[in-house]
């Protein structure tokens, strides 16, 4: 057991989430008689989740500040139905239209600002507000008609990597080179930290180390040769390409730079936060408006992938956000919660999808699934956490960011 919790870097119990994902995959794909782990598959499951995970990376930041956003799924229809509209009716090209789309999201997202950081209203009012207003306008400008889009946005809702050079590889190129870049990177992350940790005098057991590379070398290695041996033309889709490109940008916002550790602190404890100078105000209103921002570009996959955009677009997109990132270890009090963490929670929430899908399993009983894991989910963190111990997903999470949340020190915005 000891030589266990060194290779996985602490208590096993705090990387249940991880292996409750794994272990789901294996169990729909035996279930389902191998239909699971198949390239189409999982291309669909990216493809088809990319929206509610880019939604998720929002959401952790509102929730990590103590507020929540009911209006995303609404504000991403709406973004989805002018950009359609605007291209229609007015002739703007589609370079434009999805342009003006991540503008009206940014304006959208500073309206909810305003009356949260000016006027003082909670967030969850707030965006409630938002909600109504944005799907009736959604309606009422649509008439209730999908409107189809150029087909330039279905490469960014439905496209994939490229093909390019020798073929002797069997796989899509531009695949297997992402996850070269990936195997390389944990590599030199691992080492990296390994090192740190030895200067510090932390014991650190090189083949603990190596055996850590060598099992998620394995495991992105069988994801590239999933990804990247499908049928001719796919690929990793560029929705997934997308994310990740986010998934790196919030990472590193969160974690390594003042305005991420104002969001934490301001999430623990408002008050002590505006003591040492944190401007509480306008980091509410940035959190806010990069929440509303980020279902634009929610809403532009979604049509990219539907071709339309349409009046029921977006019909509860947002508690698919907020169950992934409390599934993936954030605190309902704020001040707890990881961009990794809730990508690991989205991911739960697309697997159980796609597993009930293919066992044939309806839409009602699906619902009471994923009902009853989000609640099991963090029933057990909350457990955990009164016990003393880190959160299960941010104990995950903690390891790739190189420090805990709850380790961030608060800097001066002065």
Do not use: C
Request: net charge positive; no cysteine.
């Amino acid at each position: 057991m000891k030589a266990l919790k060194q290779v996985l870097g602490g208590n096993l119990q705090q990387y249940t989430m991880m292996l409750a994902l794994v272990l789901l995959v294996i169990v729909f794909n035996v279930a389902s008689g191998g239909r699971m782990l198949t390239p189409s598959n999982f291309q669909n499951l990216i493809a088809g989740n990319a929206y509610v995970l880019v939604l998720a990376i929002g959401m952790v930041m509102v929730i990590v500040v103590g507020h929540i956003d009911l209006s995303v799924g609404s504000v991403a229809a709406f973004v989805g139905m002018s950009v359609a509209i605007s291209i229609r009716d007015f002739g703007v090209p589609w370079w434009g239209g999805l342009l003006l789309g991540l503008l009206i999201g940014a304006i959208v997202g500073a309206w909810h600002g305003f009356w949260l950081s000016k006027m003082g209203i909670p967030g969850f009012i707030t965006t409630l507000a938002g909600m109504m207003i944005f799907r009736g306008l959604v309606i009422w400008w649509s008439g209730s008609i999908s409107v189809p889009v150029p087909r330039e946005f279905s490469f960014f809702g439905a496209g994939y990597l490229p093909e390019w050079g020798p073929a002797a590889t069997n796989m899509n190129n531009s695949t297997l080179l992402l996850g070269i870049v990936g195997i390389a990177w944990f590599i030199w992350s691992e080492l990296s930290k390994r090192s740190a940790a030895v200067a510090r005098g932390v014991e650190s057991p090189m083949w603990a180390s190596v055996t850590r590379i060598v099992l998620v070398t394995a495991v992105i290695g069988y994801v590239t040769y999933l990804f990247g041996s499908g049928r001719p033309g796919t690929s990793f889709p560029i929705p997934g390409v997308i994310l990740l490109i986010l998934v790196i940008i919030y990472h590193v916002i969160t974690q390594r730079t003042r305005f991420g550790r104002h969001i934490y602190a301001v999430g623990g404890n408002k008050a002590a936060a505006a003591l040492s100078g944190v401007n509480v105000s306008k980091t509410y209103f940035l959190v806010m408006l990069n929440m509303s921002f980020l279902a634009a570009v929610a809403g532009i996959l979604f049509i990219g992938r539907s071709t339309s955009a349409g009046p029921n677009d977006g019909n509860m997109w947002e508690l698919d956000a907020i169950a992934a990132v409390f599934i993936g270890g954030a605190a309902v009090s704020g001040g707890i919660g990881t961009v990794l963490g809730s990508m690991i929670g989205g991911l739960v929430m697309a697997v159980l999808n796609s597993g009930l899908m293919l066992m044939n399993v309806g839409a009602d009983k699906t619902q009471v699934i994923k009902g009853l894991v989000l609640l099991a989910a963090v029933a057990f963190d909350v457990a955990n956490k009164a016990q003393g111990k880190p959160s299960i997903i941010g104990a995950i999470t903690a390891r790739f960011g190189g420090s805990k949340t709850s380790e961030k020190k608060v800097e001066s915005s002065s």
